[in-house]
C-alpha cells in the first residue's frame, strides 16, 4: 500500500549548466500528470510522461525540471540577403535627403534580422543526464509513499479489528434477538386471548418476524465484505478503490443491522462499527 502524496528532489550539474528535478503529488480521484519543463526539452515530455504513468496508478502529480546555463554554446548566424536590402535602403535615405555618407557599419548594429543568435543544445545529452537522475529523484519519492503508505496500512489494520470485534458483539447477540421478538409476540397473545398460549403458532410468528428482522444474511455478508478487504489489502498492486467500494458494501450490511435490531448491545456495536468504516474510507482517500 502507498500513499498518493511524495516527494523527491535533485540538483545537479556539469561544466555547462546546472539541472534541478523536482517530483511531488497529491489526493486525486484519478491520475493527473502535469509536466513543466524549458521550452527546448518539450520533446522530452511524451516519455517523461510515459516514465510516471508506468510508475504511478492515481494522484495529481507535478514534475518540474528547472535549467541554467553556466557556459553557453553559442552560434551567431548573418542573414547575408538582409543585410544588402538594409544597405540599399539606407543609401536611398542618404541619397533623398541629399547627403553624401555611406551606410557604415553602426548604422546596421541596431537594425533587426541581420544576426541570428543560436544556441547549441544536444537534446540527446540532455535526456541521458535527466533520466539518469531521475531514478534517484524517483527513489526519495517512492521512500515517501511507502513510508505514508505503512502507516496508514496500520491505522486501517486497527479500525478493521475494532470491526471484527464488532461484527462478533453482533453475532453473539443475534440469538438474544430472535428470543426478543419471540417474548414479544407471547406478550401480545397474552394481552389479547388470555389463555392458553399455542406454542406453534408462535413459533410460526416468530419465523415470519425473523424474515423480516433477522440479520443473518446481513452478517454473512459482512463477513465475506470484511474477509475481501484484509485479502486485497496485503496486495501489492494499487487496490483503494476497490477498498473503497468493499468498505460502502460493509457499511449497507451495517446500516440494514441498526435499522433491523433494538437491542442496545447490537445498537452500540453498530455504531462503532460505522464509525471505524468511516475512517477507513478516510485514509483511503490518500492511498493509490
Given at each position: 500500500?502507498?500513499?498518493?502524496?511524495?516527494?523527491?528532489?535533485?540538483?545537479?550539474?556539469?561544466?555547462?549548466?546546472?539541472?534541478?528535478?523536482?517530483?511531488?503529488?497529491?489526493?486525486?480521484?484519478?491520475?493527473?500528470?502535469?509536466?513543466?519543463?524549458p521550452h527546448f526539452l518539450s520533446p522530452l515530455e511524451p516519455e517523461l510522461r510515459s516514465y510516471l504513468k508506468e510508475k504511478i496508478a492515481r494522484g495529481r502529480v507535478e514534475l518540474y525540471i528547472r535549467v541554467k546555463e553556466l557556459e553557453e554554446d553559442l552560434e551567431v548566424i548573418l542573414?547575408?540577403?538582409?543585410?544588402?536590402?538594409?544597405?540599399?535602403?539606407?543609401?536611398?535615405?542618404?541619397?533623398?535627403?541629399?547627403?553624401?555618407?555611406?551606410?557604415?557599419?553602426?548604422?546596421?548594429?541596431?537594425?533587426?534580422?541581420?544576426?541570428?543568435?543560436?544556441?547549441?543544445?544536444?537534446?540527446?545529452?540532455?535526456?541521458?543526464?535527466?533520466?539518469?537522475?531521475?531514478?534517484?529523484?524517483?527513489?526519495?519519492?517512492?521512500?515517501?509513499?511507502?513510508?505514508?503508505?505503512?502507516?496508514?496500512?496500520?491505522?486501517?489494520?486497527?479500525?478493521?479489528?475494532?470491526?471484527?470485534?464488532?461484527?462478533?458483539?453482533?453475532?453473539?447477540?443475534?440469538?438474544?434477538?430472535?428470543?426478543?421478538?419471540?417474548?414479544?409476540?407471547?406478550?401480545?397473545?397474552?394481552?389479547?386471548?388470555?389463555?392458553?398460549?399455542?406454542?406453534?403458532?408462535?413459533?410460526?410468528?416468530?419465523?415470519?418476524?425473523?424474515?423480516?428482522?433477522?440479520?443473518?444474511?446481513?452478517?454473512?455478508?459482512?463477513?465475506?465484505?470484511?474477509?475481501?478487504?484484509?485479502?486485497?489489502?496485503?496486495?501489492?498492486?494499487?487496490?483503494?478503490?476497490k477498498l473503497d467500494f468493499l468498505c460502502q458494501e460493509m457499511n449497507r450490511e451495517i446500516n440494514t443491522i441498526g435499522s433491523k435490531s433494538n437491542l442496545l448491545e447490537i445498537s452500540q456495536a453498530v455504531i462503532e462499527a460505522k464509525d471505524a468504516v468511516e475512517k477507513i474510507r478516510e485514509?483511503?482517500?490518500?492511498?493509490?
Amino acid at each position: 500500500m502507498k500513499s498518493m502524496t511524495g516527494y523527491g528532489w535533485i540538483d545537479f550539474q556539469d561544466q555547462s549548466r546546472q539541472i534541478t528535478i523536482e517530483l511531488k503529488s497529491y489526493n486525486n480521484r484519478y491520475l493527473d500528470i502535469n509536466i513543466n519543463v524549458p521550452h527546448f526539452l518539450s520533446p522530452l515530455e511524451p516519455e517523461l510522461r510515459s516514465y510516471l504513468k508506468e510508475k504511478i496508478a492515481r494522484g495529481r502529480v507535478e514534475l518540474y525540471i528547472r535549467v541554467k546555463e553556466l557556459e553557453e554554446d553559442l552560434e551567431v548566424i548573418l542573414d547575408t540577403g538582409v543585410i544588402t536590402e538594409y544597405k540599399k535602403a539606407l543609401q536611398k535615405i542618404s541619397d533623398a535627403a541629399g547627403l553624401e555618407e555611406k551606410p557604415r557599419l553602426a548604422h546596421f548594429l541596431h537594425l533587426e534580422g541581420i544576426m541570428k543568435v543560436v544556441k547549441k543544445r544536444d537534446m540527446d545529452e540532455y535526456r541521458s543526464m535527466i533520466f539518469k537522475n531521475i531514478e534517484e529523484v524517483w527513489t526519495q519519492y517512492d521512500e515517501i509513499r511507502t513510508t505514508e503508505g505503512d502507516s496508514t496500512w496500520e491505522d486501517i489494520m486497527s479500525n478493521i479489528d475494532i470491526l471484527w470485534k464488532a461484527k462478533k458483539i453482533i453475532k453473539n447477540r443475534e440469538n438474544s434477538l430472535e428470543d426478543l421478538i419471540k417474548n414479544n409476540i407471547r406478550e401480545r397473545f397474552q394481552q389479547l386471548i388470555d389463555d392458553k398460549i399455542d406454542e406453534n403458532r408462535v413459533l410460526a410468528e416468530t419465523a415470519i418476524l425473523l424474515m423480516k428482522y433477522g440479520i443473518g444474511e446481513e452478517l454473512a455478508r459482512l463477513s465475506n465484505h470484511l474477509e475481501q478487504f484484509c485479502n486485497t489489502l496485503h496486495r501489492k498492486y494499487p487496490v483503494a478503490k476497490k477498498l473503497d467500494f468493499l468498505c460502502q458494501e460493509m457499511n449497507r450490511e451495517i446500516n440494514t443491522i441498526g435499522s433491523k435490531s433494538n437491542l442496545l448491545e447490537i445498537s452500540q456495536a453498530v455504531i462503532e462499527a460505522k464509525d471505524a468504516v468511516e475512517k477507513i474510507r478516510e485514509q483511503l482517500r490518500n492511498v493509490e
